[in-house]
Structure formats: structure tokens, C-alpha cells
């Protein structure tokens, strides 16, 4: 018999994806469930979490004056035009959380734990969650990674994938344990890769990734969620991309926008 869920989500302030998915899956899942409270980290959208000057110089050397640009004329435009991950909140009457602490902290926690979660759901969480984290909801931390796990664990899964000439990219949502994407599969979705254009990617794989996550809040709140060996023997992990590696991504005819 299902039962309403009281849901909280950790994310991150990105000005490019996130918002978009914040705001289908807010608007989705908060007609059957509460979702009281969402913890908003800084904003490390190429997965490294750096200070702006550093993020700027670290995003020209690595990915090109052409990447650089267009991503500033997106950050420009989102200011403008689009509503924030916490306007977003605000519009769903959902309370943000911002941590002085990082997000294992006992006083970050303690702050997360009066909103008393049933569930905790990551999306695009960018530090690594312990176990005392992870346990303060009795049904456990979702995540979703746009890989077909085990295979790309890690960062930028989309990069790597158009990278290295794959014809098809997974969907998949866990629960979530100390290990780096590592936890068991509760929804696993494959897509071929229509495209090879990782902004066109991101967006496809976050979108489906919401409807993973639904599909794996109905599979849990039902009490018939199974789950899908994620083997750390047939896993793959990838990092932040080198220079070489995004001279080689654009010598295979992949392209980020």
C-alpha cells in the first residue's frame, strides 16, 4: 500500500541543466508527496569544485576559447531569462538549505535532519555522502547518473561516452552507499545516442533521468523496489577530462554544442 512520502533533495545551484529537472520533478512528485526541504550546494557544473577565477581558467586551458564562450553566453542568458533552482524552490514552496558546513558535517546534519526526510534524493550532488548522511532517512538517498552503470562511474559520463564513440548511454538511478556511484540499481533506462552533441545529451539524459527517479519513488513507496547488482568487477571510472582528452573527444566527431 503506498503512503506519502516526506522528501528531501540535495542539488546544486547550476545555472545550465539542474533547473529544468528541478523544476519537473518538483512539480511531478510533489503532487503525491511532501517535499519539504532541498539542500543547495555551490555550483561546480564541469564536476570540479573550484572558485570562479580558478573555474575560468581552468575551463579555457582544458576545453577551448569556443567552450569558454558559449558557456558564458548560457550563464548570461539563464540570469536573464530563466528562473534559478531557488526561485524554482520558492515557487513550490520548498525550503532551501544552505550549508556552512560541507554536507557531512554534524552541524549540517543536525540541519538537515529537523525536516525529518523519509527519502533523500541527489541531483547532481557534488560531494561525496557518508554513511551518517545517507542513513538519516529510513528509505535511503536516491542518486541519478546519466551512465549505464557499473560502467562510467565518475564524472561527466556524457563526455566520456561521446568520447569514446558509444552508440547507446544509460539512465540510472541507486541508492546511494560511501562509494562513487557504487550503490545498488533501483532504475536502469538505455537510450541510443542519437546525436553526438553533449549538450543535446545532457539535457535528453537529465530529463529521462526525472522520469527514472519517479519511476523509482513509485517502486519504493509500493515496497516492491528490487534492485540490480551494481559489480564493482565490471565497473569503470572515469575523472575530470585532460586537455588530450577533449583533443581526442573532438577528433572522434563528437561536439559539445
Not at 67 to 83: E, R
Not at 86 to 102: A, C, P
Not at 117 to 125: E, F, R, V, W
Not at 151 to 172: D, H
Request: charged residues 25%; proline residues 4%; contains cysteine.
Amino acid at each position: 500500500m503506498s503512503t506519502q512520502m516526506n522528501i528531501v533533495l540535495i542539488t546544486q545551484a547550476d545555472p545550465f541543466y539542474i533547473s529544468d529537472s528541478i523544476q519537473e520533478l518538483l512539480k511531478r512528485v510533489s503532487k503525491k508527496h511532501t517535499i519539504s526541504a532541498c539542500v543547495l550546494l555551490k555550483a561546480s557544473p564541469f564536476g570540479k569544485n573550484l572558485g570562479f577565477f580558478n573555474k575560468v581558467v581552468s575551463t579555457c586551458k582544458i576545453f577551448g576559447a569556443k567552450f569558454f564562450i558559449y558557456y558564458t553566453l548560457k550563464f548570461i542568458y539563464a540570469k536573464l531569462f530563466k528562473k534559478n533552482v531557488s526561485q524554482i524552490l520558492k515557487k513550490f514552496n520548498v525550503t532551501q538549505i544552505d550549508l556552512k558546513k560541507s554536507i557531512n558535517h554534524t552541524t549540517s546534519l543536525e540541519e538537515i535532519k529537523k525536516y525529518t526526510p523519509d527519502l533523500l534524493i541527489s541531483l547532481a550532488g557534488n560531494q561525496i555522502f557518508k554513511t551518517t548522511l545517507i542513513n538519516l532517512a529510513p528509505l535511503g538517498c536516491l542518486n541519478l547518473h546519466t551512465a549505464k552503470l557499473p560502467l562510467y562511474r565518475g564524472l561527466m559520463p556524457t563526455f566520456w561516452a561521446l568520447k569514446n564513440n558509444e552508440k547507446e548511454i544509460g539512465i540510472s538511478v541507486f541508492q546511494m552507499d560511501e562509494g562513487i556511484d557504487s550503490g545498488p540499481i533501483l532504475v536502469q533506462k538505455v537510450i541510443p545516442i542519437k546525436e553526438r552533441v553533449q549538450s543535446k545529451l545532457i539535457r535528453e539524459t537529465k530529463l529521462i533521468g526525472i522520469e527514472c527517479i519517479i519511476e523509482a519513488i513509485e517502486k519504493i513507496e509500493s515496497g516492491q523496489a528490487t534492485y540490480i547488482e551494481n559489480d564493482d568487477k565490471n565497473s569503470s571510472y572515469y575523472s575530470f577530462p585532460s586537455k588530450m582528452d577533449v583533443k581526442d573527444f573532438l577528433a572522434s566527431g563528437a561536439r559539445f554544442f
